[in-house]
């Protein structure tokens, strides 16, 4: 069992950067694959990217990528979220989650745990 938190939201400007982080506890966090998600408000919660076990396969949303980059340090037991280019379309909550299987799904229904949530907003 890991029990994501996520850290690093908060208010930037159009076309600013911003790095989401996720400490996840316990011993086995090497073997989940991690992802990010999004909920803007009134709308359903949508695939940002995620990252397989060993950081060898990432995916990401048609929206984020190019922009976007998903990381881990299995050390640390940490993965990251490196948001560039950002527009006020990626304003949302952020969540991150765990998917024990190892994968890295883009389905949230595959995640076993999930964090609380951190807010990012963007303005013009």
């Known amino acids: 069992q890991v029990r994501p938190v996520e850290s690093g939201g908060g208010l930037v400007q159009a076309g600013g950067s911003l790095r989401l982080s996720c400490a996840a506890s316990g011993r086995t966090f090497s073997n989940y694959a991690m992802g990010w998600f999004r909920q803007a408000p009134g709308k359903e919660r949508e695939f940002v990217a995620a990252?397989?076990?060993?950081?060898?396969?990432?995916t990401y949303a048609d929206s984020v990528k190019g922009r976007f980059t998903i990381s881990r340090d299995n050390a640390k037991n940490t993965v990251y979220l490196q948001m560039n280019s950002l527009k006020p379309e990626d304003t949302a909550v952020y969540y991150c989650?765990?998917?024990?299987?190892?994968?890295?799904?883009?389905?949230?229904?595959?995640?076993?745990?999930w964090g609380q949530g951190t807010q990012v907003t963007v303005t013009v």
């Open positions: 990252i397989n076990w060993s950081a060898r396969s990432t």
């Open positions: 989650a765990a998917d024990r299987r190892g994968y890295g799904s883009n389905s949230r229904f595959a995640y076993d745990y």
